[in-house]
Nanobody, 127 residues
Framework: QVQLVESGGGLVQAGGSLRLSCAAS????????MGWFRQAPGKERILVAA????????YYTNSVKGRFTISRDNAKNTVYLQMSSLKPEDTAVYYC????????????????????WGQGTQVTVSS
């Protein structure tokens, strides 16, 4: 059983930056891909970024390309999401998740592909 714990959320002004962290325990972290999702009030949860087991492959949804960077440190069992040039529309609860069945980036990945989830961390961007 893999446990995931996010941290680093908070309130930031538009144009600012935040770095989210997700610490994993209870599994072999380097064996699976990781993703960051977000869910805004009244909207569906979407995959924001994903990273392969080695970090060599990444995926970003179009709205965050060039602003967000996903990375991982397998020695620390941690995945990160560096968020820059934040916009009010980035406001959401952010979740990290582990794709326990696949080491790479799935084409058309969705939340159904991720078997373990963190509790979420709130990110609020004020205008």
């Amino acid at each position: 059983q893999v446990q995931l714990v996010e941290s680093g959320g908070g309130l930031v002004q538009a144009g600012g930056s935040l770095r989210l962290s997700c610490a994993a325990s209870g599994g072999t972290f380097s064996s699976y891909a990781m993703g960051w999702f977000r869910q805004a009030p009244g909207k569906e949860r979407i995959l924001v970024a994903a990273i392969s087991w080695s970090g060599s492959g990444t995926y970003y949804t179009n709205s965050v390309k060039g602003r967000f960077t996903i990375s991982r440190d397998n020695a620390k069992n941690t995945v990160y999401l560096q968020m820059s040039s934040l916009k009010p529309e980035d406001t959401a609860v952010y979740y990290c998740a582990a794709d326990l069945s696949y080491r790479g980036i799935r084409l058309g990945a969705s939340d159904a592909d991720f078997g373990s989830w963190g509790q979420g961390t709130q990110v609020t961007v004020s205008s």
